[in-house]
């Protein structure tokens, strides 16, 4: 069985930096692109930053220039690292893994538990 387990959220103030981290549990072949995504209190889930197996990544404009997104493929893990933190960054974010293949099969998308962050002003 294979799960997303994610890892870092937390509380900070408004400027501060978190690293979120999601690793990929199980006999894993092969991820095709990674990302987070997340959602605030009575908002719907959006994307926060993707990133393919070769490295390409995307982002929300919101977060350009002060969160970056990278990938260990040894590790089958994405990280997130978010700088300049603001108010409006405060969501439950989750971790998204698509096309992944194992040693059972292959799952279209996966997703993580959530992790909170929060940001005071």
């Known amino acids: 069985q294979v799960q997303l387990v994610e890892s870092g959220g937390g509380s900070v103030q408004a400027g501060g930096s978190l690293r979120l981290s999601c690793v990929a549990s199980?006999?894993?072949?092969?991820?095709?692109?990674m990302g987070w995504y997340r959602q605030a209190p009575g908002k719907q889930r959006e994307l926060v930053a993707g990133?393919?197996?070769?490295?390409?990544?995307d982002y929300a404009a919101s977060v350009k220039g002060r969160f970056t997104i990278s990938r260990d493929n040894v590790k089958d893990a994405v990280y997130l690292q978010m700088n300049s933190l603001k108010p409006e960054d405060t969501a439950v974010y989750y971790c998204?893994?698509?096309?992944?293949?194992?040693?059972?099969?292959?799952?279209?998308?996966?997703w993580g538990q959530g992790t909170l962050v929060t940001v005071s002003s």
């Open positions: 990133i393919s197996s070769l490295g390409h990544t």
């Open positions: 199980g006999i894993i072949f092969s991820v095709n692109v």
């Open positions: 998204n893994a698509k096309t992944v293949r194992h040693q059972h099969g292959t799952y279209l998308e996966l």
